[in-house]
């Protein structure tokens, strides 16, 4: 069984920063492309930034320039560094990666539990 497991999560004021980790357990034989989306309050579940294996990287225009994901593929873990984080940027964030694990031939997408991010003016 695979799990993703988020941390980093928290409260902070207008420009502060945060840096938010995934890492993804159980059984695992491959991932492929990492990501992180958000959820905020009244909204649907948007893209922020993903990243291939091959560490490629796309981004949400609206946190190009502030928000930076990159991964660890030895720990099977992605991180994603907020700088000046804006009140916009509240929502609940969620990590995805597309995993295959032992014993089977096709890649699944899995969601971590998410993890809430408020951003106060």
């Known amino acids: 069984q695979v799990q993703l497991v988020e941390s980093g999560g928290g409260s902070v004021q207008a420009g502060g920063s945060l840096r938010l980790s995934c890492s993804a357990s159980?059984?695992?034989?491959?991932?492929?492309?990492m990501g992180w989306y958000r959820r905020a309050p009244g909204k649907q579940r948007e893209l922020v930034a993903r990243?291939?294996?091959?560490?490629?990287?796309n981004y949400a225009d609206s946190v190009k320039g502030r928000f930076t994901i990159s991964r660890n593929n030895a720990k099977n873990t992605v991180y994603l560094q907020m700088n000046s984080l804006k009140p916009e940027d509240t929502a609940v964030y969620f990590c995805?990666?597309?995993?295959?694990?032992?014993?089977?031939?096709?890649?699944?997408?899995?969601w971590g539990q998410g993890t809430q991010v408020t951003v106060s003016s």
């Open positions: 159980g059984s695992i034989f491959s991932i492929n492309a």
């Open positions: 990243i291939t294996s091959g560490s490629s990287t």
């Open positions: 995805n990666a597309d995993i295959a694990a032992y014993n089977t031939n096709s890649y699944y997408s899995y």
